[in-house]
C-alpha cells in the first residue's frame, strides 16, 4: 500500500498513529541536525520530521523540491503549531522513507505566491495545476459540474453525446475543419456549438436533454475567449420561454447554493434588450449598482419610436450637441468635488481609441444646490438644474455627458458606467446579481453585407406575433442607411440572456420548429433555396416529421466558473488552456503535419513559403 492517509488528514486525535504518507516535497528545512520537510498531495501538506538517524540515508540520496516521497512515521502533536493549515496541530516523525521518484528542478516553484510569469506556467501547466490556487480552480469548476449534472439529472435531463465531426456550416463565428481521409477533398467541421443536433432530439422525442460539451469557434481571440471552450447545453419540448427561464433560474440557483453556499431566495429580474440599451447602453447591464443613463437625445428606436428629442439641451447654441445625434448623461454620485486633474484624466479617458469620444462634458452639482459646469457659457444655472434632475442627480453628484453617433456613444457611456462603478468600489467581487435579458431584436443588419443577419442563430423563433411582419415583408433593404426604418429592424426574438454581474453567461431562444417558417428565416437571412437546402436541409426534413415545439438554452460553463471563483479569466479554470493567440505553448500547437500525413490527406499547402 502506498499510502494510509492523505497530506491533508490527519489530526490531533490522530497522536500515536503508524501511518505511511506519499506525495511531493514542497520545502526542506534543516534545523541543526534535523531536518523538517513539507510534503504535499492534492489535499493538503503536512510537516515531516526527520531525526538525525536519517541523516547518512539522507546524504546518500539527498532530496530536493518536487520529489516524490513515500515516508513511514509516528503522528505526533506539534509544539509549534501552524493555524493555517488544516494540518497544522499535528507532524509526523519519519521511521522510513523511500524515494519514489526523483524531480529536477522546477522551472518557478510550486506555492501559492509563485515565481513563474504566465508564459512559463503555461508551458508548465502540468506543474502550475500542483498550486494550490490553481487547483482550488479546478475543484471549483468540478463542483459546478456536478451540481449543473445533478440538478438536471433531477429534472429527468439525459446526458446525449452528440458528434464533434459534423457539416461545415459557417454561419456567426468561423468553423474549425478537419480533413477526411477517407474522402479526399472534403472536411469534416467542428461544431460551435451542438444547436442542431439538441433539436434533432427533440424530433426523436427526448424531450430534455443536456450536455456539458466542447465548443469550437475560430474566432479572432478577444481577451479571455478560448477556441475551444464548454457550455452546459441544452433543450427541451414542450416549452415557452417561461417554462425555460423558470427552470434554468431553478440550475442557477442550485448551483450557487452548492458551490457558493449562497441561497438566492428572489425572482431573478427581468429586463427586454431594450429596456436594457436604453438604461444601461448595454445587453449585458451590471445591476450591481444603478447610474442608469439619461437620454437627453437619442436615435434609439424604443417601443417602435424615437423617445429622446433633445428639449433640454436644444437651442443653446451648443454646437457639439446640436450635431449629436445622441446626447446621453449619467449621474456619478458623490464626487461633484472632484478636481480638475481628476476631471481631465477621466476626459482622456474617454478619448480613448477604444472609447473613441471627441471629449467628455461635465456638470458638477454642488452640496448647496449650485450648479457648475464645462458648458456655463451655453446653459444657464435653471438648464443645469433640469438636466440635473433629468439625470436624477442629487447634491454632491458629478454628472456626465457625452454625445455623438447613436451606437457608439451608447456604447461609450456604458463604458464609462463601468469604469465609474468600478473606480467608485460599486462591483463588488463577493455580490451576485442574475438577470434575464428578454426579447433580442431577432436580426442585425449587416452593413459589410447589406443584409440581416441572425442576432442568436437562424434557429430562432419570433415572438409569435411578430410572425407575421417578418412573412409579409421583402427582406431586401433598399436603402442602407434607413435600415432602422425596414420592419425587420422592429421583429423581436423569443431569446433570452442570462447575465450575472455584467456577463452574459447563459443564452437560448424558443426554436422555428415549422418547416415552411424556417425557409422563411433563411431566406430572409439572404440564403438562397438551393443553399439552404445544402446547408440545412438535414433539419428542414426533419421538421416534417411532426417537430415538437421546443427551446433551450446554452451556458458559458467557463465563465461561469470564472466569475464564481471571483477571477476575470477563463483560462483560470481550465486545466490545459490556450494562450491569447490560440496557442497551446505546452504541446506547441498547431504545429505542421509532414508530407506523408499531407499527402495522404490529398492536401498541398498553398504556403510553402511560410517559414515555419
Ligand atoms: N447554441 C446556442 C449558442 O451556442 C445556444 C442556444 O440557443 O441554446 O449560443
Avoid at 198 to 225: H, I, N, P, W
Avoid at 560 to 572: K, V
Amino acid at each position: 500500500m502506498y499510502r494510509t492517509h492523505t497530506c491533508g488528514e490527519l489530526r490531533k486525535s490522530d497522536a500515536g498513529k503508524e501511518i505511511t504518507l506519499a506525495g511531493w516535497v514542497q520545502t526542506i528545512r534543516k534545523f541543526g541536525a534535523i531536518t523538517f520537510i513539507d510534503l504535499r498531495d492534492r489535499y493538503g501538506i503536512t510537516q515531516l520530521l526527520f531525526g538525525e538517524e536519517l541523516n547518512d540515508q539522507l546524504s546518500a540520496s539527498p532530496l530536493g523540491r518536487e520529489f516524490v516521497l513515500q515516508v513511514k512515521g509516528t503522528v505526533s502533536e506539534r509544539s509549534n503549531k501552524n493555524p493555517n493549515i488544516p494540518t497544522g496541530d499535528i507532524e509526523v516523525k519519519i521511521g522510513s522513507f523511500k524515494v519514489l521518484n526523483k524531480s529536477v528542478t522546477p522551472p518557478f516553484t510550486i506555492q501559492d505566491d509563485t515565481d513563474g510569469g504566465d508564459d512559463l506556467r503555461m508551458k508548465f501547466r502540468y506543474l502550475d495545476l500542483r498550486r494550490n490556487e490553481v487547483k482550488k480552480n479546478i475543484e471549483l469548476r468540478y463542483s459546478v459540474n456536478r451540481a449543473a449534472r445533478n440538478y438536471l439529472h433531477e429534472k429527468n435531463f439525459m446526458d446525449i453525446e452528440t458528434p464533434f465531426l459534423i457539416k461545415s456550416t459557417p454561419e456567426g463565428a468561423r468553423d474549425f475543419v478537419v480533413p477526411s481521409r477517407m474522402n479526399a477533398g472534403q472536411f469534416y467541421a467542428l461544431p460551435q456549438s451542438p444547436q442542431t443536433f439538441k433539436q434533432l432530439l427533440m424530433v426523436s422525442g427526448y424531450d430534455r436533454y443536456y450536455q456539458v460539451v466542447k465548443c469550437f469557434r475560430d474566432e479572432d481571440l478577444r481577451a479571455d475567449r478560448q477556441p475551444e471552450f464548454t457550455q452546459i447545453d441544452c433543450e427541451m419540448s414542450f416549452v415557452e420561454q417561461d417554462d425555460i427561464l423558470n427552470m434554468f433560474e431553478g440550475m442557477i440557483k442550485h448551483i450557487f447554493q452548492e458551490v457558493k453556499g449562497i441561497e438566492i431566495k428572489e425572482k431573478v429580474q427581468r429586463m427586454t434588450w431594450e429596456d436594457a440599451m436604453w438604461n444601461y447602453g448595454n445587453d449585458k447591464p451590471d445591476i450591481r449598482f444603478e447610474m442608469k443613463i439619461a437620454n437627453l437625445k437619442s436615435a434609439f428606436l424604443k417601443d417602435g419610436k424615437i423617445q429622446a428629442t433633445g428639449e433640454l439641451i436644444n437651442n443653446a447654441n451648443f454646437n457639439v450637441f446640436d450635431k449629436a445625434e445622441t446626447v446621453v448623461a449619467i449621474a456619478v454620485p458623490g464626487i461633484a468635488e472632484y478636481s480638475r486633474k481628476q476631471t481631465d484624466e477621466l476626459t482622456e479617458w474617454v478619448k480613448r481609441p477604444q472609447i473613441g469620444m471627441q471629449g467628455l462634458v461635465y456638470i458638477k452639482c454642488a452640496a448647496d444646490g449650485t450648479y457648475k459646469s464645462s458648458v456655463d457659457k451655453f446653459y444657464d444655472s435653471s438648464r443645469l438644474e433640469a438636466i440635473a434632475k433629468f439625470a436624477h442627480a442629487r447634491p454632491g453628484d458629478m454628472i456626465f455627458i457625452l454625445a455623438g453617433a447613436e451606437e457608439r456613444t451608447r456604447k461609450a457611456i456604458s463604458e464609462l458606467r463601468l469604469e465609474m462603478g468600478q473606480r467608485l468600489g460599486f462591483r463588488k467581487k463577493d455580490e451576485f446579481k442574475l438577470l434575464w435579458v428578454l426579447d433580442f431584436p431577432l436580426f442585425e443588419y449587416s452593413p459589410d453585407d447589406n443584409r440581416w443577419v441572425a442576432r442568436h442563430h437562424p434557429f430562432t423563433a419570433p415572438k409569435p406575433d411578430h410572425i407575421e411582419i417578418m412573412i409579409n415583408n421583402n427582406p431586401v433593404i433598399e436603402n442602407a442607411a434607413e435600415y432602422l426604418k425596414h420592419p425587420y429592424s422592429n421583429i423581436k426574438a423569443n431569446a433570452y440572456d442570462m447575465v450575472l454581474n455584467g456577463n452574459e453567461i447563459g443564452g437560448g431562444s424558443i426554436r422555428i420548429f415549422q418547416r415552411d417558417l424556417q425557409e422563411k428565416m433563411f431566406a430572409a437571412l439572404g440564403m438562397s433555396k438551393e443553399e439552404s437546402l445544402h446547408k440545412f436541409g438535414f433539419l428542414l426534413g426533419a421538421f416534417e416529421y411532426g417537430a415538437p415545439p421546443h427551446g433551450g438554452i446554452a451556458y458559458g460553463f467557463d465563465r461561469l466558473c470564472a466569475i464564481l471563483g471571483g477571477s476575470e479569466s477563463i483560462r483560470d479554470f481550465i486545466a490545459f488552456p490556450k494562450n491569447n493567440s490560440g496557442r497551446d505553448v505546452m504541446l506547441d500547437a498547431p504545429s505542421t503535419i509532414d508530407e506523408t500525413q499531407l499527402e495522404e490527406l490529398s492536401i498541398q499547402l498553398r504556403t510553402q513559403d511560410l517559414k515555419f
